[in-house]
C-alpha cells in the first residue's frame, strides 16, 4: 500500500505511541494499516485541523469524509437530539427517511428518482452491482485500470488498486483511463476510451460472462484523478448501454460538493446533452462520519430487483444516519460550502502551479507536473528529474513514486497531512475537508513550497 | 416476506399515515417493506418502548439492535461528547478502538484474540468468508436450510430465508438445523445433524467446489430458534475442521447477553470441553444501533489474510462507533443486564407456558407448541389446531404460518411488537431489547393471553 507505515523504518517514536502501536498490532493485526512512516496520533479535530495528544496542530488536507468540519457542531447537535428521541429501522414509518430521500433524489436528473439506503459506500457498490447482474443475468463488470470500489467480496474483485494479493476474476475486466498526463485530453482520446470499453465488452463476451455493467470512479480517484477530457463517461456509458449493460457513477469520493458541483458525473456531459448514469452510488462524506451510503436510481430499476428480492439493511437510513446526513446537507447548502470548495480549489491549484514553474526556473530536481482537478479535489503527480513536463506525447515523463512519498511524508512532518495514488504511487491526493479555508490553502501552499525546495 | 405490510389489505389508515406511506413509496419503492397489516408509525421510544405520534405506547418485544434500551441516555451522551472531539478512521493511530478491541477480546476464548470491525453484521459476514476461502482454497460453504446472513452479494447467496427469488448458487448447501418441534432434542439428535453436515461437505465435494466452511447463527433465529440439543454445533464443526474448513458463529443476533450468557456459541460446548469457532461475526445490538460489528478470529488468520489482502473499512471502528460500542458494553456490564435478560426470559417462558396450558385445559383452536429460548430470545410455534403438541416424533404438529400471523397482528393491534420466523412462518420471534423488564413481560403476557383466547 502506498504511504503505509512500516514497523521500524520511521524516526524514533514518541514511547507512547510506540506502547500504542504495539497493543494496537496485538489487537487489531494483520488487516490494519497506519499511514506515514512516522504514524499520527490524534486525539481531536475541528474544521480542517486535527490535533495531537499534546495539541500539536495537523493541517487535514486528506480526508474527505468529515467534508462540513472535524467536530462539526450542526452534525452533532443533530445526532444528539436524535440519539434522545429514536434510532429505529426502516420497518416501521418514520418521517425523517422520506424526509430525506426525497430532498437527495431532488438533487438528481430524471429518471433517478428512487434510492435505498446502506451504510457504507462498499455496501452500497455491493448492491449496485447485484441490481445490474439481475437485471442482464450476466455477470461481467467493467472498471478502471487502478479501480478503487469497496471491501465486500463483490466490491474487492472489482478494486485492482487493493495489489496483486487481491485476486482479480475472469468476470472482471480492466481498461485504462485516459491519461492527460499522456497528453490524452481532446475530445479523441473520449473516443480511444470508447473504444476500449468497446473491447472489454467484447473481451467478456468471448469468455463467455457477457456484460453486467461498467462502474467507474466519476473522478477516478484511485487511477490518479483524471477529469478530462470532459464527456469521456458519457461516451463510455453510451457504449454499455448499446451492449445492453448499466453504467454505475461511483460518487462515493467526487459526490456532496467536493469538485465544486453536488456530483462528478454532471461534468460529462456533452453537446448540451445531460449525462445520466443508471445507478449513482454515494457514501463517504454523506454524513460526516456517520455511516450512512446509498444507491440512487430509478424506479424501474429498483422494481425489478426489489420485486424479487426485498433489500433490508438494519442500520441503513436509520433516523441517526438520517440526521447526520440532513445536517450536512444544511451545511453544504447554508454555507454555501460547493462555491467555496471551488474558490479554494483554484487557489491551491494556482500556488502549485507557481510551485511547479518556480522548480522548472530553479531546475530542480523533483519535478511536479499536471497540477489538476476540480473544487476540493486537487492532483499532481512527481515526475523524474529532467523529463518534459509539459504533457506532449512524445515525451510522456515517467511518474516517481518515490518522489511522490518523499513529498507526502515530508508535508506530514510539517504537521500537513495528504497520501498518495495512482498505478505508481506517483499522484498526490489533496482532498480536504470542504471548510478548508484560504488561510489553511496558504499554510499548505508554503510547507509544500519548502518540502519541494528541500527535495530540489 | 413473513409479516410484510401489503397496501390495501389492513384496516383504514389514518390519512396522514397514509400521506406518508404514499410518499415512501414514491422515493423509497420497492426494496423496501413495511411491518405489519397496520404499519406502525413511530417518533419516540424510550427503554423497551416506542411511541407514535399521538402518544401511543407500543411494547417493543421485537427489537434486538437498542439492546440496552431505546434513547439510551448513556450512548447518548458518549456519542455525543465523542463527536464534538473526534470522528475519524483507524489509519491514524487513536486509543478508543485498542481499548475497545482489548476489551472485547478478553470476553473470547483463546485463540479469539484479535478484531477487525466493519459497520454492519454483512459487511462482518462477507468478510469472514473472503478469509475462509483464502484460508481454504475452496469455495463452497454450508448453511443452514432457512439462515439469514446477510445483504451483501455474497451474504445474500447464503441466505435461503430471502426466499425463492434470491437464488443460492452451487457453491452453497444447505442442511436441515435439528427440530425439537419434531423431538429432535437428544445427544443422537446432535449426530444426525454431524452427518447432514458430512453430507453436505461430500456433495460440495461431488460439485468440484470443495469446502471453505460453514456459519451458523448460534440461535439458528431464522430457523426458528433452535437452542438444542446442546453441543450440535460443536459436533457439526468437529466435522467441518476434519475437512479442512473453518467454522464461523453468527452472533449478530445472539451475541452480546441475548441468550443470558455473552455469546451464543459457548452454550454448546460439551463434556467440560469448551467449544471455540475459528470465527466470530458480531453486529446488531454492539452499538445500539450506530452502525458497528466485527470479526473476532485468531492472529493465525487474520496474518494469512492481511499479510496477502489489506482491509480497510472507512467508518469501521470509528471513534464514535467505538464510543457507542464501549457504552453498550457499559450498560451490559453495569446494569447485569445478562442475568437480567435471564431472569425476565424465564419470566416470558413461564407465563407462555401457562397460557399454552389454559389454551389446551380450554381445547381452543389455536395451538402453542414448543415454547423455547434463553435469556430474552424467546420463540414458540403456532401448530395446527387438535395437533399433539408434545413433540413426540410420531406425531409431529403442522406448522401454522397463518395462525402465528394472526397472533402477530392481534398483539399488533395491542401494541405490543413481536415478528414471525421460521420455514413456514410459524414462529414467533419475541426478542425484546435486555432492558425489558417484569413490568414490560407482564403487560406482554396479558395481551398475549387475550389474543389467544380471541383467536381460540
Redesign the interface.
Known sequence: ?VN?YAPGSGSALDPA?EA??A??T??????????YRD???????SGAH?FGPNGEDYLDAY?N??SVG??N?A??AA??AQ?????????????G??EY??RL?AKFPSPL????F??????AV??A??IARRHTGREGIIVTRNAYHG????A?EISPS??P??PIPDRVVLVDAPDPLRGETDPAAAEDFAARVRDAIAELERRGVGLAGMIVDSALTSDGLWLEPAGFLARAAAEVRAAGGLYIADEVQPGFGRLGDWWGFTRHGFADQEFVPDLVVL??PMG????ISAVVGS?DL??E????????????G?P??IAAASAVLDEIEGRGLIAHASAVGDRLRAGLREIQADAERAGSGAGLAAVRGAGLFVAADLVAPGADHTGAPASAPAPDGDAALAVVNGLRERRILVSASGRAGSTLKIRPPLVFDDRDADRFLDGFAEVMRELG
Open positions: 500500500m503505509a505511541d500504542l502501536i497493543r494496537r496485538a489487537v487489531l493485526g494483520s488487516p490494519y494499516r497506519l499511514f504514524p499520527v496520533h490524534v486525539v481531536r479535530g486535527l480526508n469524509v468529515p472535524h467536530a457542531p452534525v452533532q445526532v444528539a440519539l434522545g428521541e429514536l434510532n429505529t429501522h426502516t420497518r416501521y414509518l418514520t418521517d427517511v422520506v430521500a426525497e433524489t428518482d428512487q434510492v435505498v446502506a451504510c457504507t459506500g462498499s455496501e455491493d448492491l452491482l447485484r471491501t465486500t467480496a463483490a474487492a487493493l495489489g494479493g487481491n457514501g463517504k460526516n462520519g456517520i455511516p424506479a429498483f422494481d430487483f426489489g420485486g424479487d428480492v426485498r433489500y433490508f439493511n438494519t442500520f441503513g436509520n441517526v444516519s
